[in-house]
């Protein structure tokens, strides 16, 4: 069991795929869901669908045991339950996968359920608690939002470094490493360049956070916290 989203590290940075990132939400509360029944439900997901942790794993998954504490160990019940709320909707035909969402905190358990018709469903503790699913995201639907977020994210890309390249000292000298926009904490785009220093050779690859505001550079000094809190942990 892991949290559905990949990680691929390249050099000092962490390309974060925001695989969870919600979309516009479409309503499909209570009076969408269809009339079967709780055996046909089950029958519709997949035996080992449900993601569960024990006390075994909090070797292997430190951070989400630290982030939720002793609540890691209701994410099977609840994932459960996120499940069969999917089957109602009748836009999940088969559910494959249902894990706990990054966005998670110990105050409020957000779950993602995979379907074998590639539809999305989100769902809070809250609507799993009233029994309704306000979060689906089909196929098309998930296409479309991947499509713009391309177009944005290479949008804010070009424009951040332009931003850096113009904040060197010698901006013509800019070599970019590996840039990527990042919605772990708002909408930044984080990178590595590296350009020529003051006595004309090069400094080596620098990381930098392009805000809608500020450019922060490794050489700031809350650049770490920034880092860690919008790009990944160093």
Not at 9 to 21: E, H, K, N, P, W
Not at 50 to 72: H, M, Q, W
Request: proline share 3%.
């Amino acid at each position: 069991s892991q949290i559905g989203c990949g990680v691929v590290v390249l050099g000092l940075i962490v390309a974060i795929a925001t695989c969870d990132a919600p979309p516009t939400p479409s309503p499909t509360g209570t009076s969408a869901q269809t009339a079967l029944t709780d055996a046909e439900v089950s029958a519709r997901i997949a035996a080992d669908a449900i993601s569960t942790y024990t006390e075994a794993d909090r070797t292997t998954y430190p951070k989400l045991f630290s982030k939720l504490g002793n609540r890691v160990f209701e994410v099977g019940d609840f994932g459960r339950r996120a499940a069969a709320l999917a089957v109602r909707t009748g836009k999940c035909d088969r559910v494959l996968y249902v894990d706990v969402s990054e966005r998670s905190t110990a105050e409020e358990l957000k779950f993602f359920v995979d379907c074998d018709n590639e539809t999305r469903v989100r769902v809070t503790e809250t609507e799993i608690e009233r029994g309704e699913v306000v979060d689906v995201e089909t196929k098309e639907q998930r296409q479309s939002r991947v499509a713009a977020n391309n177009v944005r994210n290479e949008r804010l890309i070009s424009e951040a470094k332009s931003k850096v390249r113009n904040s060197l000292r010698d901006p013509s000298s800019a070599d970019f490493g590996n840039v990527f926009v990042s919605e772990k904490d708002g909408l930044v785009t984080c990178g590595l360049v590296n350009a020529r220093n003051g006595f004309g050779g090069p400094s080596g690859e620098q990381p930098f956070i392009v805000f809608s505001n500020r450019i922060a550079m490794a050489t700031d000094s809350d650049f770490k916290g920034l880092w860690e809190r919008h790009c990944f942990a160093l």
